[in-house]
């Protein structure tokens, strides 16, 4: 088994979109996200952060410089490839939740997991369903998404992009859509099961209410990171992933 190490590396990463008239959205970005550790990047809308998310969460490709994951290089990688890693070493929880609606709870929180095969899926399904009852939707496992409340229908998203055991969980304005006191109970499980877990998540969020309780705090503009408080704790925090 590998040592810990950063689940996530930038190196002088840059993006540039063409066309008639480029647009350069990333300037020379350094990046590192701890193994275990919970990373928000703040910024105002336009600042590439969602840009950001998107170049480590295989969604998009910088224009140049160096990305890692893992220990692995992601340069040169086929569509293939890059769809393998995005299903097996990360997991995603979007502003909405984007539950199947003819699907269960505990069925939309496996469905990650179907991907990989239903051997697969019948192996994680205990797990998946413990982590339910830890976000408090123990006894809802059956429900159909629309006898959720929205602070619910999150909570399975949460759990669903926990449900392959990732190295890093991607988060992007994942209380955007609710109201404050919601928004502080999804941030509150989130921390949670990050501390608890030991998985790695990089949250991307305008609320400065959600930097409290975070291992490092990124600001953003004008595709600059401008500033960093906190520092990583790769070394001593989680556990280690090959």
Same mark, same amino acid.
Request: contains cysteine; glycine residues 10%.
């Given at each position: 088994?590998?040592?810990?190490?950063?689940?996530?590396?930038?190196?002088?990463?840059?993006?540039?979109?063409?066309?008639?008239?480029?647009?350069?959205?990333?300037?020379?970005?350094?990046?590192?996200?701890?193994?275990?550790?919970?990373?928000?990047?703040?910024?105002?809308?336009?600042?590439?952060?969602?840009?950001?998310?998107?170049?480590?969460?295989?969604?998009?490709?910088?224009?140049?410089?160096?990305?890692?994951?893992?220990?692995?290089?992601?340069?040169?990688?086929?569509?293939?490839?890059?769809?393998?890693?995005?299903?097996?070493?990360?997991?995603?929880?979007?502003?909405?939740?984007?539950?199947?609606?003819?699907?269960?709870?505990? $069925?939309?929180?496996?469905?990650?997991? #179907?991907?990989? +095969?239903? /051997? %697969?899926?019948?192996?994680?399904? *205990?797990?998946?369903?413990?982590?339910?009852?830890?976000?408090?939707?123990?006894?809802?496992?059956?429900?159909?998404?629309?006898?959720?409340?929205?602070?619910?229908?999150?909570?399975?998203?949460?759990?669903?992009?926990?449900?392959?055991?990732?190295?890093?969980?991607?988060?992007?304005?994942?209380?955007?859509?609710?109201?404050?006191?919601?928004?502080?109970?999804?941030? $509150?499980?989130?921390?949670?099961?990050? #501390?608890?877990? +030991?998985? /790695? %998540?990089?949250?991307?969020?305008? *609320?400065?209410?959600?930097?409290?309780?975070?291992?490092?705090?990124?600001?953003?503009?004008?595709?600059?990171?401008?500033?960093?408080?906190?520092?990583?704790?790769?070394?001593?925090?989680?556990?280690?992933?090959?």
């Amino acid at each position: 088994m590998a040592p810990a190490g950063p689940r996530a590396e930038m190196i002088r990463v840059n993006k540039v979109y063409g066309g008639a008239i480029s647009a350069h959205v990333l300037f020379d970005i350094d990046l590192a996200i701890g193994s275990g550790e919970l990373v928000v990047i703040v910024g105002t809308s336009g600042s590439g952060k969602t840009t950001l998310l998107n170049l480590l969460g295989l969604l998009d490709t910088p224009t140049s410089a160096a990305l890692r994951l893992g220990c692995r290089g992601v340069a040169g990688l086929n569509d293939a490839q890059r769809t393998r890693i995005r299903r097996d070493d990360l997991g995603f929880i979007c502003q909405f939740h984007h539950l199947l609606p003819a699907f269960t709870v505990l $069925e939309n929180a496996l469905m990650p997991c #179907r991907l990989r +095969g239903l /051997a %697969f899926e019948r192996s994680r399904r *205990d797990p998946v369903a413990r982590l339910l009852d830890r976000v408090g939707l123990g006894d809802r496992l059956h429900h159909l998404p629309a006898q959720l409340s929205g602070g619910q229908q999150q909570r399975v998203a949460i759990v669903r992009a926990l449900a392959n055991d990732p190295i890093l969980v991607l988060a992007d304005e994942p209380t955007g859509n609710l109201d404050s006191a919601n928004s502080q109970i999804i941030f $509150e499980i989130i921390r949670e099961l990050n #501390r608890e877990g +030991g998985t /790695a %998540f990089a949250v991307v969020t305008h *609320d400065e209410s959600l930097t409290d309780g975070a291992d490092r705090v990124i600001r953003m503009a004008d595709g600059r990171i401008i500033s960093e408080t906190g520092s990583t704790r790769s070394q001593t925090k989680g556990r280690p992933r090959s």
